[in-house]
T-cell receptor, first 116, second 113 residues
Framework: AQSVAQPEDQVNVAEGNPLTVKCTYS??????LFWYVQYPNRGLQFLLK??????LVKGSYGFEAEFNKSQTSFHLKKPSALVSDSALYFC??????????????FGGGTRVLVKP | NAGVTQTPKFRVLKTGQSMTLLCAQD?????MYWYRQDPGMGLRLIHY???????AKGEVPDGYNVSRLKKQNFLLGLESAAPSQTSVYFC????????????FGPGTRLTVT
């Protein structure tokens, strides 16, 4: 069964400092990987995805993520955090091979708090 | 272009009552989904649809039914609400499966007393 782990319930960072949100996954075969962000009382918004190719993926709002196949990780990063980045972040995975099903599995979420 | 919309935004039900949540999308997406979000558990898929007139079960389908009579609408029904169904419900749509990202509605907060 596929799964996603986001080991930190909350990440605190000072404005202007680098931000990292960790994600590891388990899936049969190769993965499609996604990051979503949820602001208070809103639905999830797509940030970026890894499909194939370059392991470093750039997305919206200055975020990027690095796919590491050997460590089965897809950590989200931002070089300089803003107070407005405070939100709930979800990592999600889907298997590439159809035999593993088309299910998109979400992690439990990591709350990011950026302090001024 | 409104994207994905959901009605209602909030609802309080008594145990045993029924209700229908409506999801509408204007992006001509084939695929639509219903999720529930509970604290610390991420999103869990209730039901989904791969096209007009089709529905399929997700990982937590019990107590829910769905219908997709029109491509742009996906309805989620609770026939006899239970306190365990207190949650925030999100609808989403996508152009395809696999590598395609999903677009989410703003959510419906449901409380069952």
């Amino acid at each position: 069964a596929q799964s996603v782990a986001q080991p930190e319930d909350q990440v605190n960072v000072a404005e202007g400092n680098p931000l990292t949100v960790k994600c590891t996954y388990s899936v049969s075969g190769n993965p499609y990987l996604f990051w979503y962000v949820q602001y208070p009382n809103r639905g999830l918004q797509f940030l970026l995805k890894y499909i194939t190719g370059d392991n470093l993926v750039k997305g919206s709002y200055g975020f990027e993520a690095e796919f590491n196949k050997s460590q089965t990780s897809f950590h989200l990063k931002k070089p300089s955090a803003l107070v407005s980045d405070s939100a709930l972040y979800f990592c999600a995975v889907r298997a590439v091979i159809k035999a593993a099903g088309n299910k998109l599995t979400f992690g439990g979420g990591t709350r990011v708090l950026v302090k001024p | 272009n409104a994207g994905v919309t959901q009605t209602p935004k909030f609802r309080v039900l008594k145990t045993g009552q029924s209700m229908t949540l409506l999801c509408a999308q204007d992006m001509n997406h084939e695929y639509m989904y219903w999720y529930r979000q509970d604290p610390g558990m991420g999103l869990r898929l209730i039901h989904y649809s791969v096209g007009e007139g089709t529905t399929a079960k997700g990982e937590v389908p019990d107590g829910y039914n769905v219908s997709r009579l029109k491509k742009q609408n996906f309805l989620l029904g609770l026939e006899s609400a239970a306190p365990s169904q207190t949650s925030v419900y999100f609808c989403a749509s996508s152009l395809g499966l696999a590598a395609y990202e999903q677009y989410f509605g703003p959510g419906t907060r449901l409380t069952v007393t």
